[in-house]
C-alpha cells in the first residue's frame, strides 16, 4: 500500500515530527502567494518552481489538490546562537528531503518542500530557459500559497521550538 510505503520511507530518513492529512484540510493563503513577489529569497522569477514561472494561486492549488492525501514533515534545525548556522541548516534539511525523494521514487506521490527547486544549480530560469527536468521539479510549499504557520497550528506541530530551534515544513502527497 502505498501510504505504508511512504511513512516507511519517512520513518527511514528521519522527520521530526509527521502528520497525515486529507487534502481538502490543506490551508492556502493569498497572502502567502502573494508575499513570494518580496523576493526575499531570491527565487521569484527565478526558479521554475516559484511564482510567477510556477503559474497562479488557481493553477498552485490544484496542483496539490488532485491528491487526496497529504503528509506534512518537519524537520526541526538549530540556527545557532547568532543564527550563524542558518545556511547549514538548510543544506541538512535539503539532504534529508533528498534523501526521501531517492527513497520514494518512481512511486506515484508529489514532494513539496521549503524554497524553490533545488535538483538543478543554477535552476534553467535563471538562463532563460525551460526547465531541464520537468518530472522532477519540486515545488516549493510557501511559493504555492500553502500557509505554513496555520497548518502547523492547526496540527499542533513545531513552528518555532525555541532556542533558534525552527521548525522546516516538507510535504508528500499521493
Ligand atoms: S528541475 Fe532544474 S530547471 Fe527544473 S525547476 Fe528544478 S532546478 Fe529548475
Known amino acids: 500500500m502505498l501510504r505504508d510505503e511512504i511513512i516507511e520511507a519517512v520513518e527511514a530518513v528521519g522527520f521530526d515530527e509527521y502528520r497525515e492529512i486529507d487534502a481538502t484540510d490543506l490551508i492556502f493563503a493569498d497572502a502567502v502567494f ?59 534539511v535539503a539532504a534529508t528531503l533528498n534523501q526521501l525523494r531517492e ?7 508529489m514532494i513539496a518542500g521549503p524554497g524553490g ?27 504555492s500559497g500553502l500557509d505554513i504557520v496555520s497548518m502547523s497550528r492547526k496540527e499542533n506541530m513545531t513552528y518555532n521550538g525555541g532556542n533558534n530551534t525552527l521548525g522546516f515544513f516538507m510535504m508528500v502527497l499521493y
Open 117 to 143: 527547486c533545488d535538483r538543478c544549480d543554477p535552476c534553467a530560469a535563471k538562463e532563460d530557459e525551460p526547465c531541464r527536468f520537468p518530472d522532477e521539479k519540486r515545488y516549493s510549499m510557501e511559493g
Open 34 to 92: 502573494a508575499s513570494c513577489k518580496q523576493n526575499t529569497c531570491g527565487n521569484y522569477g527565478k526558479n521554475h518552481s516559484c511564482p510567477p514561472l510556477s503559474g497562479d494561486m488557481e493553477k498552485n492549488k490544484s496542483r496539490f489538490l488532485k491528491y487526496d492525501h497529504a503528509i506534512i514533515l518537519n524537520k526541526l534545525a538549530h540556527m545557532g546562537d547568532f543564527y550563524e548556522k542558518m545556511e547549514e541548516a538548510g543544506k541538512e
Open 103 to 109: 527513497k520514494l521514487d518512481g512511486k506515484a506521490v
